[in-house]
């Protein structure tokens, strides 16, 4: 999936940081501002602080007069320095709020546009890089700030001191002008050398890291002996590290011929500006006073003239960056949301969904995943989808909770094509359960409630205690409101898998949404456990639509239908018993699996026959057979 790319241009990312500033905190503009304002006066008063002064000496003028001068200018310098430094050290609190708020719009488009769009890889690819170009105060997003603050100060300044130096003789601005345009285009083009190389700077460092992250990698040092690969990763590793330290040999090469032409160049500009200006005096047109400040401002004329190509050079730079936020941002969604029609808030009970027809093949694979499927997920109904790996399981629950919209066919809810609703209201009839545990690092109740701004604590209870968690919640010091994930929190207690599988049970009772899915959420569990925790699933979610999906047959054997999936389409479909005596591919696997019966060490009523905990491996081999 590709989005059509808009051009946003250096003006328009320029505006687009604006309204950003105006919309959190429109300080940031008055103080960038007033930072460029500052930078010209710094160098106004020290421009002419030392004319002013010889001035006096030279026009004899008073010891008080003399002194006032001196006072006027060193207080002037001093007081643009400390209104400088105090700018300096308070703006980026100001810009940091600016920069949150563009992260904050990023990840709200990750987080609720289309799942094709956060699948695929261009999406991904660009969101990769805005975050680039958000991370950090250095970055774009922060940084354009010092460059809007650079141009205004620059082309201020150029101003005046073009002003001041045509007074003198147009002869010194022509030669400033042109040795410091000179100068700027031969620097930034060796100074370019790092942006041209920086696909084979990337190349060598992600070896070079990779090799390194090999070698200290503790979970290598068993392979690293047995098959004696450390000679050969430490070749390696010095291999990279040599081209590493060549590459910055050439860089700095490179970076030495700029400074050697930039020192030519100014010996060249300075000397015709100075020599002329030598002439003038001689001549007696200029005094030493007048002398000392047209000298200076050739000087600091050429500084703004870079200036505004740095400046600039540098907006194109950062503006590029920012077409990645804003693309991202702007990036075109494949499903209606807040413009489609809407499911009533208080959803009903009894919804039937019809998957009619349905043809559909990944974006860029090379075939179908499934062909003219039809399928109805009546209410209140107990589907178990079994097959394979790679028969469609887990892309019929895509395609049943409109994560993916069909290539042909359609399915409908109630009989009206998915496509037609706000898809965030259709998502809302789901629970689901899938693969990985999807817990994230909150307390227990936040979990359990998906972080409900109104949580209702006795529901929390009421859900966890239904999946026979309570009483170890309430043995935890803190409750419900002990954290999860020892990453983040270190007094996170560990679950095993099977209490964070009841934990995801009690999210689902707390959602109370009209259809169930369970999209193998035990693959990380053994059979028994397994085959327990979907019992507890059937007995809790009675009268409701489930789904249940597994590779192990025994599993969903409770089921009120079973679909068997087989070359993307639905190749059997009855109750187990049904199943088995048509002697089919269903009946088959089960047959297999049956061989790995399990039973559980004093536990008869629990073990149940036909479950096994094969891995992957064992999938796919049932599969094959
Ligand atoms: P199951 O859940 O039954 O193991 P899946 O629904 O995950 O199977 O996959 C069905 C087929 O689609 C497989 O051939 C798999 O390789 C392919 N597939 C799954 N996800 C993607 C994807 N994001 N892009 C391309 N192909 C995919």
Known sequence: MKSDKKRYGMLDNSLFMIRQAMETNPVVIWMMALQALLVVAGALLELYGVPAILGNLERKESLGTLLGTICFFSLGIMGVHALSAYLENNQMTARVP??????????????????????????????????????????????????FAGILQNLLGFAIYLYLLTHVDSLIVA????ASVAGFLVSSRINGWGYRHRQEEAEIKNRFFYFRDKARDRRLAKDVRIFGIGDWLEELLDKWLKAQEDFHLRRERAYLMADLTDIALTFLRNGIAYGWLLRLTLLGNLGAAEFLLYFTAAGGFTAWVSGIMGSFSDLHRQSMELCHIRELCDYEEVF???EGKQLAADLKKDYVIELRDVTFRYPGAERNVFSHLNLTLHPGEKLAVVGANGAGKTTLVKL???????????????GVDIREFNRRDYYRLFGAVFQDFSLLAGEVAENVSSFDQEMDMNRVRECVEKTGLGGKIESLPKGYHTHLCKEVYEDAPEFSGGELQRLMMARLLYRDSPVM????????????????IYQKYRDLAKGKSSVFISHRLASTRFCDRIILLEGGRVAEEGTHEELLSMGGGYARLFEIQSRYYVKEPGGEGKTEKGGFDCGKGGREDAGQS
């Open 336 to 338: 209606l949301f807040q």
């Open 400 to 414: 049943l909770c409109g994560f993916y919209d069909p290539d042909e066919g359609a399915v409908l809810l109630d």
């Open 98 to 147: 600016v920069r949150l708020t563009i992260i904050g719009k990023m990840w709200k488009k990750v987080g609720t546009c289309s799942y094709p769009v956060r699948e695929s890889q261009d999406f991904t690819r660009l969101f990769a890089k805005a975050t680039d170009a958000t991370m950090g105060n250095g970055s774009p997003a922060e940084d354009i700030w010092n460059t």
């Open 517 to 532: 899915i369970l999209d193998e959420p035990t693959a990380a569990l053994d059979a028994l456990a397994e085959s327990d």
């Open 175 to 178: 030669v400033t002008l042109i």
